[in-house]
């Protein structure tokens, strides 16, 4: 089993910055691929970015690139999602999510998953 628990949602306006962080235990953190997914209301749950075990590849989705970046330090178990210039349309509860795969985007990939932390973004 992997416990996940994400931190450092909040409010904020928009174009401001937050950072997420996710907080693993359990099993070898760096033996899994890890990712942000997030979900706003009446929504499906969405793809946001991911990174491979040891950090070296890194996927986003389109509405991601340029704004938010993915890292993790292994030596930390700890995932990390920065996020910059932030839109009213970023507000979503977010995710962090484990796969023993490389990485994925797609959700049914994922094993493990944390609670999930509210980020809302608005003036």
């Known amino acids: 089993q992997v416990q996940l628990v994400e931190s450092g949602g909040g409010l904020v306006q928009p174009g401001g910055s937050l950072r997420l962080s996710c907080a693993a235990s359990?099993?070898?953190?760096?033996?899994?691929?890890m990712g942000w997914f997030r979900q706003a209301p009446g929504k499906e749950r969405e793809f946001v970015a991911a990174?491979?075990?040891?950090?070296?590849?890194?996927g986003y989705a389109d509405s991601a690139k340029g704004r938010l970046t993915i890292s993790r330090d292994n030596t930390k178990n700890t995932l990390y999602l920065q996020m910059n210039s932030l839109k009213p349309e970023d507000t979503a509860v977010y995710y962090c999510?484990?796969?023993?795969?490389?990485?994925?985007?797609?959700?049914?990939?994922?094993?493990?998953w944390g609670q999930g932390t509210q980020v809302t973004v608005s003036s």
């Open positions: 999510a484990a796969t023993p795969r490389v990485y994925g985007s797609i959700p049914g990939e994922y094993d493990y």
């Open positions: 359990g099993r070898t953190f760096s033996d899994y691929g």
């Open positions: 990174i491979s075990r040891s950090g070296v590849r890194t």
